[in-house]
């Protein structure tokens, strides 16, 4: 949903699209760096280096998910 969208076609309130507009803004900025994790993953020339890309990797993955959690739990429920 675009944040440039009008509230009135929406249903939903200023508040509640700006919310999800940093959400978006929050897991475009994760996906970047889980994508920069794989690549230095890949391209690791030690097993250190490896381990320490795969945390980045995994740490990343779970913040994504996490943002995925407060995004539901903040989301107003349709009912």
Do not use: C, W, Y
Request: net charge negative; proline share 4%.
């Amino acid at each position: 949903m675009s944040a440039q969208q009008p509230i009135a076609d929406s249903g939903e309130s200023p508040s509640s699209l700006d919310l999800q507009a940093l959400f978006h803004r929050l897991n475009n900025q994760l996906g970047i760096v889980l994508a920069h994790a794989e690549l230095l993953e890949a391209k690791a020339d030690d097993d250190a280096g490896r381990a320490r890309a795969a945390q980045l990797v995994s740490s990343t993955l779970a913040a994504m998910g996490t943002v995925r959690e407060i995004r539901q739990r903040t989301e107003p429920s349709s009912g």
